[in-house]
């Protein structure tokens, strides 16, 4: 039940939740009038004595639209472990709009209506075929005016970043602190800088992880965030040669090579799909579903190279398995016995919402997107996915909030520095990017860890996990030119 303080009942076993509403969180802060949010809140609470407690570290998750609830209850043990600390309340809560949140940006009527929706829209790369473009084009045209036409609750305009920094500040106070705590990553990274550039004086740690160029986000335009793409890809290409035939099964002795065996092998799935069938579903391994599964796994190269290397080389012998299970698409079933489950899995809706009425109206043409794709596949081979995406979607959105903030995402002086962190090949936050958002924040420090992946969390580093504790616990920045291996 919401409440106007933070009630907290026990939640997910060892959690606490609770939802934050009315004048604490009213949609338009300019204009109570318009109503008010309820965001679902939850915490991993403190275990110290009140002299040791150090108040509230709030986290966001990214996407944007992901459910910070989801990744706190399937995370939060991990933080803190991390964190090393039981002294702070680690908190999360789903942003505006998204998940438990009330009002919820939802387009479509039934779940099986999204189902529907989302199964035609992914994968589909930006190369597939000379139409693919203007089916694009077209289809974000579409999802735009259903969005315009079903925004019952006319809560889409007021989902942006700015509005959810103000939010995290009201959640803060609401804890009894002045200076917001945060640990964001991926698009938690722009809400980050967007806070501190909205409130400098109210920050007392902003960790920013895996760091989006913010003012590239408002301009709808992402395609510096694409400069480490291939980079990761070439450490795909090298760990294989280096873990040699037996660990990597599509093993050839040089880079080069490698390269070369995957693209025989794309251009014959483009050639020819190939039909897969697993245990939990089915569907068409084909050139856009090959390349996005490829570009997937270049977020978390520990994990699934390995896995995708198995994928890679079965296809090739003409079985589409194991890639198949690789994108973790699981069928839509309709749950005909229970409509009484409140619906929550709105993250597609919530993202382009956010990142689409964030941004500066795209009016694109079709021939303009094209233009834009052919100048951004300069920067990396994959820009058929989120960089494309990002400018295609944006082009359909209709729903903007005119006093939404603009940027610049800068702060000449804030009340303690910033700490970035970006791995040496993130395949969608490089390098390049956090050191712009540095640059806007005199004083902050970014530092590296060596490895490939999307964000920190992509691989394991005592040297970066002792970097967060230092900063949380002692406010200490690791020196400039730090990198931390794993
Ligand atoms: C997008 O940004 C890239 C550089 O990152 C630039 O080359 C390109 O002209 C920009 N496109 C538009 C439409 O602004
Ligand atoms: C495909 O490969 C997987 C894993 O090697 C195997 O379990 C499966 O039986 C194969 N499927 C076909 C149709 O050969
Ligand atoms: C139906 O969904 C509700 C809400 O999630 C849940 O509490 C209930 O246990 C479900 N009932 C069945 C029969 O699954
Ligand atoms: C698009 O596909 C064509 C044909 O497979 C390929 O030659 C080209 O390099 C691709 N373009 C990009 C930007 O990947
Ligand atoms: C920055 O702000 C702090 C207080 O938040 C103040 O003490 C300090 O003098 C300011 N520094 C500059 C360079 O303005
Ligand atoms: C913080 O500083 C204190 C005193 O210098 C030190 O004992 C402690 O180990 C530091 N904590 C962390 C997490 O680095």
């Known amino acids: 039940t919401p409440s106007q303080d933070l009630e907290w009942v026990q939640c997910y076993s060892i959690f606490q939740c609770t939802r934050l509403e009315a004048r604490s969180v009213p949609l338009d ?14 915490r991993l609470a403190a275990n110290s004595s009140p002299a040791d407690y150090r108040g509230p570290i709030l986290f966001n998750p990214g996407g944007p639209g992901g459910s910070g609830v989801d990744t706190l209850v399937a995370s939060g043990p991990s933080f803190e472990v991390i964190l090393g600390s039981k002294q702070y309340d680690l908190v999360s809560f789903d942003p505006r709009g998204v998940s438990y949140s009330t009002p919820i940006a939802s387009f479509f009527e039934t779940d099986a209506e999204r189902a529907l929706w989302n199964i035609a829209s992914v994968p589909e790369s930006l190369n597939a075929s000379s139409d693919a473009i203007p089916h694009a084009w077209g289809r974000a045209r579409l999802l735009g005016q259903l969005a315009a036409q079903r925004d019952m609750s006319g809560i889409l305009k007021y989902m942006t970043t700015d509005n959810v920094a103000r939010d995290m500040l009201r959640i803060t106070q609401k804890f009894g602190f002045e200076k917001l705590k945060y640990y964001g990553i991926s698009y938690g990274t722009v809400l980050g800088a967007t806070f501190a550039a909205l409130f400098p004086d109210k920050v007392e740690r902003i960790l920013i992880d895996g760091v989006v160029d913010a003012d590239a986000w408002l301009n709808a335009n992402l395609t510096i965030e694409a400069t480490d793409t291939d980079k990761a890809l070439q450490a795909f290409f090298d760990g294989c040669v280096a873990a040699g035939p037996d660990v990597c099964a599509f ?5 080069a090579e490698i390269a070369g065996r995957l693209s025989t092998l794309t251009d014959s799935v483009r050639a020819q799909p190939v039909p897969a069938i697993t245990t939990t579903g089915y569907g068409l391994v084909d050139y856009s579903f090959l390349r996005s599964v490829i570009f997937g796994a270049l977020y978390s190269p520990y994990t699934t190279f390995a896995p995708l290397a198995e994928g890679l080389a079965t296809l090739e012998n003409g079985n589409g398995t194991v890639l198949y299970s690789l994108s973790q698409q699981s069928p839509f079933q309709c749950d005909c016995t229970n409509d009484t489950a409140p619906f929550h899995l709105n993250g597609m809706e919530a993202r382009i919402a956010v990142e689409c009425g964030d941004a500066v109206e795209v009016k694109d043409s079709i021939q303009q997107l094209a233009d834009f794709y052919e100048n951004a596949a300069k920067t990396s081979q994959f820009a058929e996915f989120s960089v494309g995406e990002n400018r295609v979607s944006c082009s359909g959105w209709q729903v903007y909030r005119e006093d939404r903030f ?9 009340s303690f520095p910033l700490l970035l962190v970006s791995t040496s090949a993130d395949p969608v936050a490089p390098m390049a990017a956090a050191l712009k958002v540095q640059a806007g924040f005199p004083g902050s420090v970014l530092f590296t860890q060596d490895s490939p992946g999307h964000t920190s969390t992509s691989a394991p580093s005592l040297c970066t996990i002792n970097h967060f504790r ?13 990198v931390c291996p794993v």
């Open 29 to 42: 802060y300019s204009d109570p009038s318009v109503g008010n949010a309820a965001l679902a809140v939850i």
């Open 251 to 255: 093993y050839k002795p040089t880079a």
């Open 406 to 414: 603009k940027g610049p995402v800068t702060a000449a002086n804030t």
């Open 470 to 482: 230092q900063y949380f616990l002692n406010g200490t920045l690791p020196a400039p030119g730090t």
